[in-house]
């Protein structure tokens, strides 16, 4: 083996970890922006966005919107996440891409734990209940924990589902619909009363946040190991250019 084909080159590794550079660099914005959000929570701006924002949002309530806000808001409830990631990771693990249930471990789990921290920190009530249209649940406000559930969960599906489908219109189709999920759950938070906005949007900075690094990550992993399983072939079968001018 040549100390080429042993060493990869400069511009090679700096390929290898640009995902995780990249994913870093996203991640520190959106963690500046959900800081400087829960930063501001006490201000008069905030305060009157949100309950400006809360007051639209529950105008608009009817019969049949609630009933389809109490199915939709389900897509963040602890039980039904619990059943897609179980199923998820089962069938990563049946294509044997082990890598990938770990990155559907590590968003899903880990970023659920720093959302339930980031509650206990700040320590913000949730709206009144006699706004809601549901019991409020007994955890804290800031982060949602359902919009910082479904931005984790539903965007590493995207993430996979993106990377793993052959098909353009799929792809799309399948990343419109992760987003959309976000995005309805997170306004199912607002409409029933459990939730201000801006905890709303705090999940989805914080799940992006740990998202992006994560899957930043992921990608120079895969990209580190195929690196090294290509260092590591036996070279191409053939004879030597200097066994060619040679005669039995």
Known sequence: MTASAATPAPHARESVWRPLVVGAAIA????????ALAASLGSPVVRAFDESVL??????????????????????????VLIITALTIAHTLRRRRWRAALLVVAVVGVGRLLGSVAQNVVGRTR??????????????AFPSGHSITATLLYGVLAFLLWRGLKV?????????????LVIAIGLTRI??????????????????????????????????????DQSLSPPARGRRPSERTMTP
């Open 28 to 35: 520190a914005v959106l963690l500046a922006a959900f800081l």
């Open 55 to 80: 007051a639209a949002v529950q105008s608009v309530r009817s019969g049949a919107l609630t009933a389809l806000t109490l199915r939709v808001t389900d897509f963040g409830d602890t039980t039904l």
């Open 127 to 140: 709206p009144v209940q006699s706004g809601a249209l549901i019991a409020l649940p007994t955890t804290l």
């Open 168 to 180: 353009a219109w799929q792809r799309d189709l399948a990343l419109s619909v992760c987003i959309g």
């Open 191 to 228: 409409y029933l009363g459990v939730h201000w906005p801006t905890d709303v949007v705090a999940g989805m900075l914080l799940g992006g946040a740990w998202l992006s690094l994560m899957c930043g990550a992921y990608l120079s992993w895969e990209r580190r190991a195929a690196s090294r």
